[in-house]
């Protein structure tokens, strides 16, 4: 190719040019056909005789790393037929992967411990601990006790390959499939709906404080038939979500976490299904936090002569307690926030340069 005969060349006619343009789309999305290669020009006239029916390469094509071999049309990597994304994240050295695994089973255990330390409390005082809003504590924690597992199932012998990786050894992305394991479902779901709960229940616990404050000193049970709603909401929500992220199948696998979650690979649908529900538990959450701190601060200094000391004494010690954990139960939320939105603000650039290492 080009022909050769009598000492002139074969031009390849205009046919052929465009039979090469199939198998070389991504030549064309990527970085454009040069001028002297475009079909239109003078180079590949019109109506000339094609000869050349069939074109064999004497050599196989193969991926290069980080795609490997697949025939599981959907691990493909975009434009690259045959070719899929390594399980392990391409992103992250080997040496970071281990950091952050050790850094997961470490602050997971220590979760887990502290969560069932606490509803072990609650469980030996269950008749005097299951009051509102004190109660609120016990779901919470159930929350993180039951997502701290779901995090630390990877640690089992060979769970994290069989969560994140496909059985072609592609990353798993855009889940539930056909053909593959629940694994990776099983644990989005519990991470995913305990993390979700856990928050709404941040909310409700303020808003319980924020109401009970209000009516120190008072005969009034302001939450009486509304604990029920509470329920509903913080149990209803994360299941609603949960449902309608396996519905659209935006579930994917990431070697480096050791879980599944959502958004991994399509960031728009982690802003509306992480960033969005998180930020308005930290703007609703805050507001009821700031405001119940504020009433007992109120009800201290402008009413010091209804109170007597043992009642001054509690509430500086309550507002002692809910400083403390209201601090930290919005830090974790506020550092869950942040991490989510770190990804999403920078996900489009690592995307881009790791399709131009690629390619």
């Given amino acids: 190719m080009p022909k050769c005969e009598d000492g002139q060349v074969e031009l390849p006619s205009q046919t052929l040019c465009q039979a090469t343009r199939a198998p070389c789309t991504i030549v064309e999305r990527e970085r454009g056909w040069p001028d002297f290669l475009k079909c239109t020009t003078d180079r590949f006239p019109e109506g000339c005789p094609n000869e050349v029916q069939n074109i064999k390469f004497n050599s196989s094509g193969q991926c290069e ?35 952050m695994h050790v850094y997961i089973a470490a602050f997971s255990s220590v979760t887990i411990f502290c969560t069932f330390f606490t509803l072990a409390t609650f469980v030996a005082d269950w008749r005097n601990s299951n009051r509102y809003p004190a109660v609120i504590l016990f779901y919470v924690n159930a929350c993180f006790f039951v997502g701290s597992i779901g995090w630390l199932a990877q640690f089992m012998d060979g769970a994290r390959d069989e969560i994140v990786c496909r059985a072609d050894g592609t990353m798993r992305l855009g889940e539930p499939t056909s053909n593959e394991t629940l694994s990776c479902v099983i644990i989005f779901v519990i991470v995913y709906y305990s993390l979700m709960s856990g928050v709404i229940w941040f909310v409700m616990l303020t808003y319980a404080w924020h109401t009970s404050f209000k009516a120190l000193g008072t005969t009034y049970q302001p939450l009486v038939g509304k604990t029920s709603y509470f329920h509903l909401i913080t149990w209803s929500i994360p299941f609603v979500l949960t449902v309608a992220i396996l519905a659209v199948a935006q579930v994917d696998g990431d070697s480096v976490s050791g879980i599944c979650f959502v958004g991994y690979k399509n960031y728009r649908y982690r802003a509306g299904f992480v960033l969005a529900p998180i930020g308005l538990v930290l703007i609703v959450g805050g507001y009821f936090l700031i405001r119940g701190v504020m009433t007992l601060f109120s009800i201290k200094s402008n009413h010091p002569g209804l109170l007597s000391e043992k009642a001054a004494s509690k509430i500086n010690e309550t507002m002692l307690r809910l400083g403390i954990f209201g601090f930290l139960a919005f830090g974790f939320v506020f550092i869950t926030f942040g991490c989510h939105f770190y990804d999403f603000f920078n996900q489009a650039e690592w995307e881009r340069s790791f399709r131009e290492y690629v390619l």
Avoid: M
């Fill in 65 to 99: 790393a980080p795609l490997v071999r697949t025939d599981n049309p959907k691990s493909w990597y975009e434009d690259v037929e045959g070719c899929g994304i390594q399980c392990q994240n391409p992103l992250f050295t080997e040496k970071e992967h281990r950091e």
